[in-house]
């Protein structure tokens, strides 16, 4: 055989190997935990498709979902950075920092949260941890609701730091509200006073965190110190 | 020939030239006005356009003041700013500027309907808009799997989407080429790719 057409055949092998060996890893559970975690927990509709980026991308993708489902992470958040990176039209080098960052933000979470955590309550700490929300936050957060129910209360927590909301303050309101029966409603309401606040400049979101956590814990305190008298409209976050 | 016959300002080439030189005639005959003449047809014009001097213009039988003017401009300087309460002055010019701002924000609203399991997703956008799809966790981040509709009764663009219980990410594509967050729902904080919505879908306590 002549050594072009030789090369050409190696490299197509190599091509089809490392695309079905990225799907892989999302195909099997990778350990028992896992396997338990999500036949409790309800299938999200993560299909890889490695068409969707190129064979080096695909290839070092491979080798950081392999990773992380040798340490027991779950492999489908990871997954949907990547196809939302490539959704977006971001270059290979981007989606691979960004898989790399998020998936040592899962492990982190993991440690914060537990080894009972849900892969959407790791999700959500790892994208907390990413906001800059300190682990030892979630740790207090996972004390006021068991596994598989924390969810919410790390979302809010992500979205009132995003707006401003200092995270020491932001953790006090949540875990004061979560640890009520059947709050998650309650902490959907905080997360929509303070976001409809925010516009108006930080000072107007704590003073909304405030009265919010004031009305709806009875007897609560209110988590931080009256805001500032600084009124100045700042603009809202970019989005 | 003299200076006025040359001047005149319609001879050409293409004129008759009997015509024109009758016309030249007829324009060198007439004689220049007088600065008395001027001097009345000016202060005609000028009294026709202003109003004569000494009758001074009235409001209500009042005779209309200079600092009237500076009156009503120094009392809605203070009614507007209000001096003495600066705090509601600068909250209440806050709120107009939130809701300007407000105005040229896209609005979104995301509503979990009991029957089926099925969740609905609006987005109220300018009326330039020609598409808009919505991408998420659900649909792989594919743009064409999921787009939306206008809504004729109030132009906002929906959708509605079978989501599983659980947390779910999602933004909204529009024409194609700029992603969009609602900027009320809970975020998810830009991670290198730009910032996106969660959403939890019911089934956690």
């Known amino acids: ?49 490695a068409s969707r980026f190129d064979s080096l991308t695909a290839t070092a993708l491979r080798s950081i979902l392999d990773r992380a489902a040798a340490q027991g992470l779950p492999t489908a958040p990871l997954i949907n950075r990547a196809l939302e990176g490539a959704a977006r039209r971001a270059s290979g080098p981007k989606i691979l920092a960004v898989v790399r960052v998020h998936a040592a933000a899962l492990a982190e979470a993991r440690e914060a949260l537990g080894d009972r955590s849900t892969s959407q309550e790791l999700d959500a700490g790892a994208t907390a941890i990413g906001a800059g929300i300190d682990p030892g936050v979630l740790a207090a957060i996972r004390e006021t609701r068991g596994p598989g129910q ?15 909301v200092p995270s020491l ?29 925010a516009q ?30 600084d009124r100045k409209p700042v603009r809202p976050p970019p989005s | 020939m003299t200076d006025r016959e040359s001047s005149l ?34 202060s005609a014009v000028l009294s026709a356009a202003l109003p004569a001097p000494g009758a ?30 600066p705090d509601q002055a600068q ?40 598409a808009v799809s919505l991408v998420g966790d659900f649909n792989g981040w594919d743009e064409a799997a999921t787009p939306m509709v206008r809504r004729a009764s109030d132009g906002a663009w929906s959708t509605r989407v079978p989501l599983p219980p659980g947390r779910h990410v999602y933004a909204f594509v529009v024409d194609g080429q700029r992603w969009l967050v609602d900027p009320l729902a809970p975020q998810v904080p830009d991670a290198g790719f730009g910032p996106t919505n969660a959403l939890i879908v019911g089934g956690t306590p």
């Open chain 2, 56 to 85: 001074a213009r009235t409001i209500g039988g009042l005779r209309f003041r200079w600092w009237w003017g500076a009156a009503a401009a120094a009392l809605l300087i203070a009614v507007v700013t209000r001096p003495w309460r």
């Open chain 1, 169 to 197: 303050t932001a953790r006090d309101a949540v875990t004061s509200i979560a640890i009520m029966p059947t709050s998650d409603e309650a902490l959907l309401g905080l997360q929509l006073t303070v976001a409809k606040n």
């Open chain 1, 200 to 229: 108006r400049g930080p000072g107007m979101a704590l003073d909304a965190l405030n009265r919010y956590v004031r009305l709806t814990v009875p007897g609560a305190r209110p988590p931080s110190t009256p805001a500032t008298l």
């Open chain 1, 1 to 49: 055989m002549h050594a072009p057409a030789l090369i050409a055949c190696l490299l197509l092998t190599q091509l089809l190997v490392a695309e079905r060996s990225v799907e892989s890893p999302e195909r099997r559970p990778h350990s028992q935990a896992e396997a338990r975690e999500e036949s409790r927990e309800p299938r999200q509709q993560v299909q890889f498709d």
């Open chain 2, 91 to 130: 909250q209440e010019a806050d709120s107009a500027f939130v809701a300007a701002a407000a105005a040229l924000e896209p609005r979104g609203l995301t509503v979990e309907e009991r029957n089926g399991s099925v969740t609905r997703f609006d987005l109220t956008l300018p009326a330039s808009t020609k």
């Open chain 2, 9 to 42: 300002p319609s001879a050409t080439s293409n004129d008759d030239p009997a015509l024109a030189a009758e016309l030249a005639a007829l324009y060198a005959r007439t004689p220049a006005a007088e600065p008395a003449q001027i001097a009345r047809c000016t």
């Open chain 1, 150 to 164: 924390a969810i919410t209360p790390l979302v809010v927590m992500t979205d009132l730091v995003r707006r401003g």
